[in-house]
């Protein structure tokens, strides 16, 4: 037996997360090969960034409660789980956060797993489907707390759709097309938890780097906080073009992964301020010295001397090298 077919195996046992009791695939096998590659975009890994999702989402459901005289203060947090998968996120955000948040699972393939994995845990599935008569924003009717919205769609046309104050997103490619779709959707200060998935090709491919994130990188020593820069800097160019700002809450860099926290905030003066973190950095070849090149109109007469190494004064040709742009 090919180590394929036992992996597949293996995940079709039962799975306890946070007292939240899933499978990771089918026993039923009649549509083997997609549920076979939605078993392999599902990762135990990501076990401590779910954590980190569910606690971020309560602090957002708490931040809303406490907040007296506000006419919204009784309405729901609207939770988007993007690429459920599994719907294990979603089910937990349910389980533990209950009648708070308003949880909606989404999965471009088929549903009838995450349909499984919540009956599994007592909670009703409402089958949701996308309305184009419905404008962002619009109110949804209030979820009890036993229910989930479970749509199939793509998740970007989802979020195109739909307005939400929190998001998980884990692509399992490349997500620099989510990001628009993403920021379209978050109200302000809405949440944004990304996970970045195989950090690997920052540092192997950065021509894949540059085409989908616009940005150019080399290998580094501090490849990973690069990585989460680059990130950052498309994010906050894609809220730009929605007129909203971005701040960072948080990153986690676990193994081959990163998760990313962004808030979002409203007006030009906050999308100013987060455009101006966004720079180039000067990196030297030789010892990995590097700094951000000031954001200005004129050139440098002599970036070098940015740098406070001595590099350049005891060797030959160019020592240093532009990078980026970057958070
Ligand atoms: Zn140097």
Known sequence: MDNDVKSVLNK??????????????????????????????????????????????????????????????????HALDAYSCTGVAALQWKKLLSEDVHVTAADHEDVCLIERNAEKNVITCLPWELDPKRVPGDPKKHQTSSEI???????????????????????HKSNSSCLEPAFHSLSIGGVLCLVVPDLSVFARAPHVVRRTFSSQVIKTEY??????????????????KHNKGISVMYVVSQEDFLLIAVRVHRGQKAVDSSLDNV?????????????????????????????????????????????????
């Not at 076979?36 to 606690?55: D, G």
């Not at 919205?149 to 692509?171: G, H, K, T």
């Not at 990995?288 to 005891?314: G, M």
């Open 279 to 327: 720079a180039h950095l000067l990196h030297c070849r030789f010892c990995e010295e590097r700094t951000f090149l000031p954001n200005q109109l004129a050139p440098i007469d002599n970036p070098y001397s940015l740098l406070s190494c001595s590099c350049k004064s005891t060797n030959v040709g160019k020592t240093a090298i532009i990078l980026g742009p970057m958070w």
């Open 149 to 171: 919205f479970l749509c199939q769609a793509d998740a970007r046309a989802l979020m195109a759709m739909e307005s939400f104050n929190f998001i998980y997103l884990v692509p």
């Open 223 to 240: 490849l990973k906080e690069m990585a989460a820069r680059v990130v950052l800097a498309e994010a906050a160019r894609s809220a730009a």
């Open 12 to 77: 079709e046992q039962d799975v306890n997360e946070l007292g939240v009791s899933f499978k990771c695939c089918q026993s039923n096998h009649s549509n083997a090969p997609r549920l076979h590659a939605k078993s392999k975009r599902f990762s135990v890994k990501l076990k401590l960034y779910r954590e980190f999702a569910l606690a971020t989402l309560s602090a957002l459901a708490q931040e809303k409660k406490q907040k007296p005289s506000r006419e919204d203060s009784l309405s729901q947090i």
